[in-house]
C-alpha cells in the first residue's frame, strides 16, 4: 500500500494485520508498507485481563512474522466491559448481545502495538474510555444487522455506521479505531524506522 503523508520509511515496513482500517491509517502518513497476516490463536484465556491480553497478542503477531531486513508492525484491539473482554461476535444476534451490554454503559479499548525489528522489540499499549447512548433494543437490533460490527471487537465501529451509538471517548479516538496514531509515530521515529518526508 502506499499512501501520501508526513512521513516516509526508512527501512521496509510489513504491517502483520489483515485490518482495513489500520491499512488506510498506515497509509494515510504516507508509508509504503506490505501486509502479512499472521496466523495465530487469538481467543482470550478465562479470566485473562484485557489489557495484558492485548500485549501478548500483538507481541504474537509481531513475532510471527519473520523479515530480517523489515520493521514489523502488529497491533489488537480488545473492548472491555469492566474485567470482561467483548471479542469480535460470531453473527448478528452475538453482535446484539454485546451492543446490549455496552448501551448506556462506559467501557474500555485497548490497543496494544509491538514493533518489531531484527531481535529489537518494543511493545506499549493505549486505552481509551468509551460511553455508549442508551438506544432501544430495536434500534441496536437495526445496527446489528447491517454487519458491519461482526469483524469487529465489541460489534461496532466508531468510524463507521456505529459512530451513532458512541456518547463520548476519552483518551485516543486512534486507539478506539485500531491503531494509536500519535504513539506509533513517536515509536517508529524513536526506533529509526521512518522520518519526516522531504
Not at 4 to 9: A, E, F, H, N, V
Not at 98 to 106: P, T, V
Request: charged share 20%; aromatic share 4%.
Amino acid at each position: 500500500m502506499i499512501g501520501r503523508g508526513p512521513l516516509r520509511p526508512k527501512r521496509p515496513l510489513i504491517l502483520a494485520s489483515s485490518s482495513p482500517r489500520r491499512q488506510a491509517m498506515l497509509a494515510s502518513l504516507g508509508l509504503h508498507f506490505v501486509v502479512r497476516v499472521p496466523s495465530i490463536d487469538e481467543s482470550a484465556l478465562p479470566g485473562a485481563d484485557p489489557l495484558a491480553h492485548a500485549l501478548a497478542l500483538a507481541r504474537a503477531k509481531a513475532a510471527a512474522v519473520h523479515d530480517p531486513e523489515a520493521v514489523i508492525l502488529a497491533a489488537d484491539t480488545v473492548v472491555a466491559l469492566g474485567s470482561r473482554i467483548l471479542g469480535k461476535p460470531r453473527d448478528p444476534e452475538e453482535a446484539l448481545h454485546m451492543l446490549e451490554l455496552l448501551a448506556g454503559a462506559e467501557h474500555q479499548v485497548h490497543t496494544a502495538v509491538a514493533l518489531r525489528q531484527e531481535s529489537c522489540e518494543h511493545a506499549f499499549a493505549v486505552s481509551a474510555q468509551v460511553r455508549m447512548a442508551a438506544f432501544s433494543p430495536e434500534l441496536l437490533r437495526a445496527y446489528a444487522a447491517t454487519g458491519e460490527g461482526l469483524d469487529k471487537a465489541g460489534a461496532y465501529a466508531v468510524q463507521g455506521i456505529g459512530g451513532f451509538l458512541v456518547e463520548s471517548v476519552r483518551g485516543s479516538v486512534s486507539a478506539v479505531i485500531g491503531l494509536p496514531l500519535a504513539e506509533t509515530v513517536a515509536a517508529l521515529l524513536r526506533m529509526g524506522a521512518v522520518e519526516p518526508a522531504p
